[in-house]
């Protein structure tokens, strides 16, 4: 017998609404569901794996799970949450961004096999392009009354909010667009359910409505929480933007340290939402970690979790590693295989010199690299004091006041790592 969905998601922390019957529709045999994607950039950020997670077990629980790209829904805009109609995309970009999302959601749907419950990746543009309006308002959006609609509280937010100039008629229909995607889905797909996050609720009945009045026939609707930070902040952002699963875009180091910093209470809850590890390793880990917190147990098994998964083994090593480099013991050949952008993230903030090349390939020494060129200490006789001390380093590694820093010395052929004592780091750029 295969695992019980509802019940899974349920100690996980991942159900929110459900409809009636849900859970026994889908103890009665193998069913569909979907999850919508929105396309509007080519990578996911994190604020998406719920989703992606929640398809997971549904195909780990012998169900086939469907992703939707959402093309034609990216090209109007979903109110729900929004304050601002989104921008619309081109159809050139939104075939590249389905691909790429494509790529991204293999590391965790099984699309290929010849399993019975393999992936499916939809794109509702290619249903809805040559639908007419005409067609469209006779055939769909005569059988959901404005009244209906606008008992949404997805609508109702927005045109009560202070600062909305209002919702365009163009986001209005897009609950129909969603729930005509359900219809369409029932019919050619036997998908059965739809599932989604909170905000998403009244497009999904929507759907369901639509089965029930056109399809006839039954749909079902389940929805995870909103993922929210125990401090307060927004989960998946940080000073920089989104946390993406591209690593161009966010690297793995930034991602590994994105989860690593988690607070206790927040791991607790992502460890569950976010990697598969079973009930009873969750329960050991969670104890483990209450009774030695400063060992930080959860944060690193989450962290490690889901670095391997979104990236790979290799990826998470380079990210411990990385962070060893300013946190704590690591060689100079642990800095030489950094690659640049590694690099940057691993020392952003930390105070920087600009030389010339020329003085590089001449031979820096020592007092000039401290204070004389770069003003990092405040004079040279701080300078010589520190180098008497042994207290200066150049790439982790001990040097004196006759050492000369040359071309040999640069990582990524551009920079120079220069530590006073275990506190005071610097970087010599080559230009």
């Keep these: ?252 180091y930034k991602f590994y340290q994105y989860w690593l910093n988690t607070s206790d209470e927040d791991a607790e809850r992502f460890i569950k939402i976010f990697t598969f590890l079973p009930k009873e390793e969750i329960e050991n880990l969670v104890a483990q970690h209450k009774e030695a917190p400063h060992l930080r147990q959860l944060q690193k098994t989450l962290a490690e979790e889901i670095t391997v998964m979104v990236h790979s083994r290799e990826d998470f090593d380079n990210a411990v590693k990385a962070s060893e480099v300013l946190f704590g013991k690591s060689t100079a050949e642990d800095l030489k295989n950094l690659n640049e952008g590694t690099f940057l993230d691993v020392f952003e903030g930390v105070p920087q010199a600009e030389v010339e090349r020329s003085e590089i390939e001449a031979g820096m020494d020592m007092i000039a690299a401290l204070s004389a060129k770069t003003d990092f200490l405040k004079s040279n006789g701080e300078a010589r004091r520190a180098l008497k001390e042994n207290s200066v380093s150049i790439n982790k590694e001990k040097v004196t006041e006759d050492y000369q820093i040359t071309t040999k010395d640069l990582l990524n052929n551009k920079y120079v790592i220069i530590n006073k004592g275990k506190r005071n780091t610097y970087i010599i750029r080559v230009v």
């Excluded at 398809?55 to 169900?63: A, K, P, V």
């Excluded at 099984?110 to 290619?126: I, K, P, R, T």
């Excluded at 749909?219 to 909103?226: A, D, H, I, R, S």
Aim: charged share 20%; hydrophobic share 35%.
């Design 1 to 252: 017998m295969d695992k019980n969905f509802v019940e899974e998601i349920t100690w996980r922390g991942m159900l929110n609404d459900v409809m009636p019957g849900t859970e026994e529709h889908l103890q009665e045999g193998h069913r569909s569901a979907y999850v919508g994607i929105d396309p509007t950039a080519d990578s996911l950020h994190i604020g998406h794996l719920v989703g992606v997670m929640m398809l997971r077990h549904f195909q780990l629980c012998g169900h086939k799970p469907v992703a939707l790209v959402g093309g034609a829904t990216g090209m109007i805009g979903d109110p729900s949450g929004k304050s601002n109609e989104r921008n619309l995309l081109d159809e050139a970009t939104l075939l590249h961004n389905q691909n790429a999302l494509k790529a991204q959601l293999s590391k965790f749907l099984d699309f290929e096999s010849d399993a019975q419950n393999a992936a499916v990746l939809v794109n509702n543009y290619d249903w809805m392009k040559n639908f007419s309006f005409l067609d469209f308002i006779r055939d769909v959006g005569k059988h959901i009354t404005v009244n209906y609609m606008m008992s949404k509280d997805s609508v109702k937010k927005r045109l009560s909010s202070d600062a909305s100039e209002g919702m365009s008629f163009t986001e209005f229909t897009y609950q129909l667009v969603q729930g005509y995607d359900f219809l369409y889905l029932y019919r050619n797909q036997n998908c059965t359910l739809q599932m989604g996050g909170s905000d998403q609720w009244g497009n999904i009945t929507t759907g369901t409505e639509l089965i029930r009045r056109i399809g006839d026939g039954k749909g079902y609707g389940l929805t995870c929480p909103l993922i929210t930070k125990a401090d307060g902040t927004k989960f998946g952002k940080t000073e920089s933007g989104n946390i993406w699963l591209d690593p161009d875009r966010t690297s793995p």
